[in-house]
Each structure stands twice: as structure tokens, then as C-alpha cells.
């Protein structure tokens, strides 16, 4: 059975940093893209960043230069390193998984992690 | 980027009833068109990927069609459990965009 279990979520300052991580199990993780998806309160779904099997890696606008995505294979785990972090960034957070078919459609997600980002 | 327009952003219906969401892209996405179910307090669940192909396990009263850049979710008889907000994605080009979702409410 495929999981996907968020953490690292939390309340946070502007300017402030954090590193979300998303734990995979279930199937062979180094085959997959994966990608992040954010949810503000409220509010749609907004893509965040997403990364290949081998490490490729693809940003939104709002968040280049100031969030970094990575993997560890040998770990089957995602990360969000998250800096300068914003009000507009407060958000839940899903990391979910590509598809064989293709990096960007994705078919598990995980239950999410929140972030919240005020002083 | 490509922009996403979902209507309409809120649909009353009742059971039994046939819906359909449309989402319309600014742009040429060929069929690389996602569509997804969120319940309230839940992850997205994805129904339809290519615009049409269901994915398993899904009702096949759910369906998905395209015409140029307008793509279509029907379901054809709405079961209880459809009412739940629904978000159309494009995966032809970055940045991925999400439609602002149209949410089926119970008449």
C-alpha cells in the first residue's frame, strides 16, 4: 500500500526557515517523481515544486530561490527546505507522487503538513 | 503560464442528477489534463489523468472529454458521496496550474 506521511510543518516567523519531509513507502520510491502541492486556508490548490527520480527539479515563480526540493533515495524520503519564508506562504502542504505516465499527474498524495507563517 | 478558468465555481444538484465541470485552458495543453476530487479535510484524489483515461478504481459514471482547450468532467448520476470540490490541472508545461476549483454542493 502506497503512504505518503508529511512532517516538519509548523508556526513560523517571517524570514524564518523550515524543512518539510515527506516519508514514502510502498512502492519503489527512486522510480517516481514527486512533487509538492500547497493549499492555503480556504483556497485552491497551487503546485509548489516537483522533482525527478534522479533529482531534476522544477519551482513555481512564488517560491524560486527561496524553497529548495530534494530527495534521498536510500531513505525513501521528499524534502522542502523552505527560507525567507513569507505570510503568503502559510499553506498546507501535500507531497504527492507522478505517475509511470507521466512527472505531473499525481495519483497519492499525503494527508499534508501546515504551515503557518506570522509573527 | 497557463491559465486554468473552471466553471461554474459552485454547482447545486441533487442525487441522480447529470453535472458536468468545465475547465478551459489559455492555451494548447493537448490532452495532458488532470482532473481531481477533494473532500473537505482530505488529500485530492486524482479521477481522470489525459483528459479521459479513468483511473482505477474510479465509478465510471465519471467521465472526461476534450474539445480543443475546453476539457469536460461529467458525472452522469450524482451518488452521495460526488459532493466534494473538483480541480482541473494541466501538465503540459511548468509551472503545473490548478483551475480555482468548482465545488458541488446538494440542492
Known amino acids: 500500500e502506497v503512504q505518503l506521511l508529511e512532517s516538519g510543518g509548523g508556526l513560523i516567523q517571517p524570514g524564518g526557515s523550515l524543512r518539510l519531509s515527506c516519508a514514502a513507502s510502498?512502492?519503489?520510491?527512486?522510480?517516481?517523481?514527486m512533487t509538492w502541492v500547497r493549499q492555503a486556508p480556504g483556497k485552491g490548490l497551487e503546485w509548489v515544486s516537483g522533482i525527478g527520480g534522479s533529482g531534476g527539479s522544477t519551482y513555481a515563480d512564488s517560491v524560486k530561490g527561496r524553497f529548495t526540493i530534494s530527495r534521498d533515495n536510500s531513505k525513501n524520503t521528499l524534502y522542502l527546505q523552505m527560507n525567507s519564508l513569507r505570510a503568503e506562504d502559510t499553506a498546507l502542504y501535500y507531497c504527492?507522487?507522478?505517475?509511470?505516465?507521466?512527472?505531473?499527474?499525481?495519483?497519492?498524495w499525503g494527508q499534508g503538513t501546515l504551515v503557518t507563517v506570522s509573527s | 503560464d497557463i491559465q486554468m478558468t473552471q466553471s461554474p465555481s459552485t454547482l447545486s444538484a441533487s442525487v441522480g442528477d447529470r453535472v458536468t465541470i468545465t475547465c478551459r485552458a489559455s492555451q494548447s495543453i493537448s490532452s495532458w489534463l488532470a482532473w481531481y476530487q477533494q473532500k473537505p479535510g482530505k488529500a485530492p484524489k486524482l479521477l481522470i489523468s489525459k483528459a479521459s483515461s479513468l483511473e482505477s478504481g474510479v465509478p465510471s459514471r465519471f467521465s472526461g472529454s476534450e474539445s480543443g482547450t475546453e476539457f469536460t468532467l461529467t458525472i452522469s448520476s450524482l451518488q452521495p458521496d460526488d459532493f466534494a470540490t473538483y480541480y482541473c490541472q494541466q501538465y503540459n508545461s511548468y509551472p503545473l496550474t490548478f483551475g480555482q476549483g468548482t465545488k458541488l454542493e446538494i440542492k
Open positions: 504527492a507522487k507522478g505517475t509511470l505516465r507521466s512527472y505531473n499527474e499525481f495519483d497519492y
Open positions: 510502498g512502492f519503489t520510491f527512486s522510480s517516481y517523481a
